[in-house]
């Protein structure tokens, strides 16, 4: 058992640029969220898969943001069109129960 | 909107204090977890409590929910220097899915003086 991982760690990128992001969840936790993080806060819900499925999605995953989780196991997610406000760290965590999340290390993406 | 009030933000104290962390919602938690953050990492589950009055220790960290489960704190006996980091409590509400997503307070900031 490794613990979450996530790639890249730190990615720089021009405004409306596309960037991805990987999350390798926790082998067998069927639960994976997405959160961001912005400096001086607490995490902010993104989305949510079970298994494959991508059961719920917040309001702040606006149509530039895609999140898919094709087999089940990692997970990407896609900003298009990136811009400055996008610029926060981006979490992944792994669950095998709801009240159990572990988190990733994070992707910290800075648009310039 | 569901709101988690953490307080205080910012705690700057000598080694050897004692100090507590507070996390209040108007709403009602199915669980409630805490989790301590380095910079530039994300957060490391410390504890989960899920029924009402229930109180957890971790070492010198003590952890009680509160019996409406509105409520938690989070109490450091003694505290050390190689606790400074960001505390944050996180709850999922009942009545919510049962997806599990999580509500962050804005954390809290521990500094420790040697």
């Known amino acids: 058992d490794t613990g979450v991982s996530q790639d890249p760690r730190h990615k720089i990128t021009k405004r409306g640029q596309n960037v991805t992001f990987r999350c390798d969840p926790i082998s067998e936790h069927n639960r994976l969220y997405w959160y961001r993080q912005t400096l001086g806060q607490g995490p902010e819900f993104l989305t949510y898969f079970q298994n494959e499925a991508q059961l719920e999605k917040s309001r702040l995953l606006s149509d530039r943001f895609s999140a898919e989780r094709p087999k089940g196991s990692f997970s990407t997610l896609e900003i298009q069109r990136t811009e400055q406000g996008d610029s926060a760290m981006y979490l992944c965590?792994?669950?095998?129960?709801?009240?159990?999340?572990?988190f990733g290390p994070g992707t910290r993406l800075t648009v310039t | 909107t569901q709101l988690l009030e953490q307080s205080p933000q910012f705690l700057s104290i000598q080694e050897g204090e004692n100090l507590t962390v507070y996390c209040n919602s108007s709403?009602?938690?199915?669980?409630l977890q805490w989790y301590r953050q380095e910079p530039g990492e994300g957060p490391v589950l410390l504890v989960t409590v899920v029924t009402g009055g229930e109180v957890k220790k971790l070492k010198r960290l003590t952890f009680q929910f509160g019996d409406a489960r509105k409520d938690s704190s989070l109490h450091i006996t003694a505290a050390q220097t190689g606790d400074t980091g960001l505390y944050l409590c996180a709850g999922q509400y009942a009545g919510g899915t049962s997806y599990g997503k999580l509500t962050f307070g804005q954390g809290t900031i521990l500094t420790v003086h040697p």
């Open positions: 709403s009602v938690f199915s669980s």
């Open positions: 965590a792994s669950s095998p129960r709801p009240w159990e999340q572990y």
